[in-house]
Structure formats: structure tokens, C-alpha cells
């Protein structure tokens, strides 16, 4: 059987491994981009968290989250990294359950599945994107940017989502898939950096801290994370960042609040500051929170109060200094909007999970044709949920099974 498909990304590459393993099949994969797997090349800082041990169904998010399930029953991290192990890669487990290759290059992820994918029944077309799609002949008739014709009867989306746009996302998958029947959501980025009211953060571009964060609108509780936070000039990013901007992005005007010292308690700190005047009277107020946060962080909070820096420490009174402790554990950031596609690292929403079998990926309103990875409505954590998505659902729907060979699709 001919298959073709689209995209040789994460979960593209796994589909044509699988495809091509029974040996009868001959598969076409194409990649608009010169090389394959240019994004993961960029996952995990370079080092690509290629799945969490901890993945299941509650890491995911959607419509209908539970449509990950089907895919990461058949295909969960211990059969992924069995597949990623008899390619070749090493891998290592973090504390936390993240997964790196043993190299901690991203490169050696690609490198397994490139060699993978030089087999005598794969055809990689490289530089090659795939504008349209129709169905006819046996199946689907394809058409790239030069004009040139392909047929399949069986046809991979793997196209990927909008997220990550100058390492190849993009909306092709959403528009092919569209003009073949299927729908999608609204899509916003998600695990991506956010933008706040730059005034009290322009000065600690580059400053890091352990936070809990609360993200809500109009006091309700949208949100919470806890873990690094990154500032920027723009605003703020880092890994608690992410777990909250998926709920950032899709609401306006949240205010997100930044307890920067979540270990020590209000009265605890306000004491560890009366001690700090007693002993050093001489020191100004630029100093008052030195070797407790950040010396930039430190000073910003200090200003946020209205105190100047110049201020002798015995010259606080007991509001300021009460107002310099409740900022440390409530720092309030307006959200006035996120980094957008281009800083996000996956696409919240997508063609709509519906339409297609979980237990398969085949769709639901055209025969043959699959979908898998990012297009499709499904968005993960971040910490490897995302890869182990593409790599699931890459894996299961190479395996081309029919809707009414699987056990009965689940409701979605
Ligand atoms: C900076 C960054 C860091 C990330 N880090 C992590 C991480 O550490 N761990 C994790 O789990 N997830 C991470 N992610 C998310 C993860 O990379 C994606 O969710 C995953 O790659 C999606 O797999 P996919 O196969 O759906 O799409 P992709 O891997 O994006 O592949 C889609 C491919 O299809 C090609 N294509 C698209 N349209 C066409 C067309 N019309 N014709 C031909 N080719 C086409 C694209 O060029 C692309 O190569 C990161 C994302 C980014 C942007």
C-alpha cells in the first residue's frame, strides 16, 4: 500500500518508521523544510526532554483530554523509549521523570531517526510542501509547491500546530485537513512566555527566582505553579510561567501574583528585618532585603513600596516595612498578553478530536486519512508531555489500522 505523509517531525518520522517496518508498505514522506526534525533539533534547550515519565492522560488538555488515552495505552514512555532504544539512543530519567537523550543533545534524537528512516520503502522528499490535498484515484491525490502530483491510498497529517514558527510551525496542517472536511479551534500558544506591565520589570532582565504563582481574573483563581521564574524585559518566563500561560493566554486581563519567598512566613521575614536595622543602623534601604532575594529583585521591591533606596534603615517606619514584606510575598504583574506563536512551544487547540477515532487516529469523515502530534486539539505540560504526544500518536497511527478493526472508539 502506498502511504503518504506529511510533515517529518516528531510524530511524522515515527508514523513512516512504523509504516514502512512491515516491508509491504512504500511510504512518501514529505518535509517542507530542508532537513527533518528541525524543531526537536530546539526542544528541551537544545538537550530534548523527549518524555516524562509521569505522562497519562491528566498531563494533557483539549476539548476531550482523555482522547490521548487510547494512544498512550498502546504506546506508553516505556514501549517509546523500548522504540527509541532498538534505534539506538541512550536515555536518561531526571528527578522529576524527565527524559534526555544520554548524549543531552537533541541532535542524537534526530540522528536515531533519521538513519531510521533510510530504509528501501521510504521516499524522503525534503524541501517539499505539501499545498493541497484532494481525494481521488485510490485515495488521496497531493500536490507541492512546484505543481508536482503525488498519489496515496492511505495519508498521514503530521503537519505539526502553529507553535514555534521560525523552527517550522505553522498553519498548513490546520488548512489541509480543513479543506479535507475536518474543523478547527480557535488556537492560541501555550508553554510560552508572558507580557506584563513592564514597569517594575525592566530592570531585572535576567534575574531568576524560585516563586509560587497565582494566576486570576478579578480574584478568582485561574491558575497556580510553582517553580523558576525568569524576568525579562518584556515580562516574565521560565518553567512555572509555562504551566500557568495556557490559562493566560485564553483569558484577558489576568493578574498574575508572585509570592517570591514561599518558604518563610510574613512575621518570620518582618522579624529577620528588625534584626538586619538593629545590627547594621548604618546601612541604606537598598540593602534591607540583600541575601534574601536577589540584590536587583531586592532593591525593585523595595522602590515598589514607594522607598527610596537612599533611605537610612532606621529612618523605616513600620508600614513601610510591612508594605516591603507583603510585596515579597505578593508581587502583583498585570498580563497584558503573551509572547505569542512564535515564543510558544505548542499550540493550545486544534482540529477537533472528535472527528477521529482515538483508538486509531483515523478520521471519522474521510476513510484512510489520519492525524497526528500537535494539529490535532491536544496540548500537553510542559517536561516531555508534548514529545510523548507525537511520538504516541505517531506511532499508532503508522500501525494504518482501520476504525472497525479497533476495539469500539471511545466516546469524545
Ligand atoms: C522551542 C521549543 C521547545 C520545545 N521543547 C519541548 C520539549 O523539550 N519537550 C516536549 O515534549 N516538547 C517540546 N516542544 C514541543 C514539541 O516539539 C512539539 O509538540 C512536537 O514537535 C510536535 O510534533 P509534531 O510531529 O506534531 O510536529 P513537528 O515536530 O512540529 O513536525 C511537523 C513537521 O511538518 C512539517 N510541515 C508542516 N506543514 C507541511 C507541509 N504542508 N508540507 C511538508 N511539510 C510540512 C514542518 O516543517 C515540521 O517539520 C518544544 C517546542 C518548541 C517550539
Known amino acids: 500500500m502506498r502511504i503518504a505523509i506529511i510533515g517529518a517531525g516528531a510524530s511524522g518520522m515515527t508514523a513512516a518508521i512504523t509504516a514502512a517496518a512491515s516491508g509491504t508498505n512504500e511510504v512518501l514522506l514529505f518535509e517542507r523544510q530542508a532537513r527533518v526534525g528541525r524543531k526537536l533539533l530546539a526542544t528541551g534547550n537544545g538537550r530534548c526532554n523527549l518524555t516524562n515519565r509521569q505522562a497519562a492522560p491528566g498531563r494533557y488538555h483539549g476539548s476531550t483530554p482523555d482522547f490521548v488515552r487510547p494512544a498512550l495505552d498502546a504506546f506508553p514512555v516505556d514501549s517509546t523509549l523500548d522504540f527509541f532504544q532498538t534505534l539506538g539512543l541512550y536515555t536518561v530519567t531526571e528527578p522529576g521523570g524527565r527524559v534526555y537523550p544520554y548524549s543531552d543533545q537533541a541532535n542524537s534524537v534526530v540522528d536515531v531517526l533519521r538513519f531510521a528512516l533510510s530504509r528501501r ?12 490535498v484532494k481525494r481521488g484515484g485510490q485515495g488521496f491525490r497531493l500536490k507541492d509547491q512546484n505543481g508536482a502530483c503525488y498519489e496515496a491510498e492511505r495519508l498521514i497529517v503530521a503537519c505539526g500546530g502553529a507553535a514555534g514558527t521560525k523552527l517550522g510551525g505553522g498553519l498548513s496542517g490546520y488548512q489541509l485537513l480543513r479543506s479535507l472536511g475536518h474543523h478547527c479551534t480557535k488556537l492560541y500558544p501555550s508553554l510560552v512566555q508572558l507580557k506584563t506591565d513592564p514597569e517594575l520589570v525592566r530592570g531585572l532582565k535576567g534575574v531568576r527566582a524560585n516563586a509560587a504563582l497565582r494566576l486570576s481574573l478579578r480574584g478568582a483563581l485561574l491558575a497556580e505553579a510553582r517553580g523558576e521564574v525568569q524576568f525579562t524585559d518584556y ?142 486539539d491536544v496540548d500537553g505540560d510542559c517536561g516531555g508531555f508534548n514529545l510523548q504526544w507525537a511520538w504516541s500518536s505517531g506511532l499508532l497511527a503508522g500501525q494504518l489500522k482501520s476504525n472497525h478493526e479497533a476495539r469500539p472508539a471511545q466516546q469524545t
Not at 486544534?350 to 492525524?371: H, K, M, N
Open 121 to 132: 520503502n521510504i521516499q524522503l522528499k525534503t524541501g517539499t510542501e505539501i499545498t493541497s
Open 235 to 376: 515580562g516574565v518566563s521560565g518553567p512555572a510561567v509555562f504551566d500557568l500561560s495556557r490559562a493566560a493566554a485564553t483569558t484577558e486581563n489576568c493578574e498574575l501574583n508572585l509570592n517570591l519567598l514561599p518558604d518563610y512566613r510574613e512575621e518570620d521575614l518582618l522579624s529577620a528585618l528588625c534584626i538586619r536595622i538593629s545590627r547594621f543602623p548604618a546601612l541604606e534601604a537598598g540593602d534591607l532585603l540583600t541575601g534574601i532575594l536577589h540584590n536587583r529583585l531586592g532593591r525593585m521591591l523595595v522602590s515598589a513600596c514607594g522607598v527610596r533606596l537612599n533611605t537610612p534603615l532606621t529612618s523605616l517606619n513600620w508600614k513601610q516595612l510591612n508594605d516591603v514584606v507583603e510585596r515579597c510575598h505578593a508581587l502583583s504583574l498585570t498580563v497584558t498578553g503573551t509572547m505569542g506563536m512564535e515564543g510558544a512551544q505548542v499550540t493550545a487547540g486544534g482540529i477537533v478530536t472528535g472527528e477521529f477515532d482515538p483508538a486509531t487516529l483515523q478520521s471519522r469523515i474521510v476513510p484512510g486519512l489520519y492525524a497526528t502530534g500537535e494539529v490535532l
